[in-house]
């Protein structure tokens, strides 16, 4: 069992910077690939960024590439979603997920593949 808590989120204008956290509980947090989506409202769910279980490997949305970066840290048990240059519509609930993995450079970007969601942090970019 794995537990997500996003934190960060806030009022920003355009063109600004947020970070927002995810800390996991459980003792196996390294096992889990991790991802960030989002939704607006009105709107879908939409895939932001994924990670590898160790890290090394990153894939982002089109609509995010080059201006949000996805680390972590295993030791901390926390993932982060570093946004800059923020648009107004990067406006939505922004939520983590943690999916088990096998193999250790494995991501996922499918939200169905995903096991255990955290409970969403409000990013609102004024215009």
């Known amino acids: 069992q794995v537990q997500l808590v996003e934190s960060g989120g806030g009022l920003v204008q355009a063109g600004g910077s947020l970070r927002l956290s995810c800390a996991a509980s459980?003792?196996?947090?390294?096992?889990?690939?991790m991802g960030w989506f989002r939704q607006a409202p009105g709107k879908e769910r939409e895939f932001v960024a994924a990670?590898?279980?160790?890290?090394?490997?990153?894939y982002y949305s089109d609509s995010v590439k080059g201006r949000f970066t996805f680390s972590r840290d295993n030791a901390k048990n926390t993932v982060y979603l570093q946004m800059n240059s923020l648009k107004h519509e990067d406006t939505a609930i922004y939520y983590c997920?943690?999916?088990?993995?096998?193999?250790?450079?494995?991501?996922?970007?499918?939200?169905?593949?995903?096991?255990?969601w955290g409970q969403g942090t409000q990013v609102t970019v004024s215009s």
């Open positions: 997920a943690a999916g088990q993995v096998y193999y250790s450079d494995s991501y996922i970007y499918t939200a169905e593949e995903y096991d255990y």
């Open positions: 459980g003792r196996t947090f390294s096992m889990y690939a």
């Open positions: 990670m590898s279980r160790n890290g090394g490997r990153t």
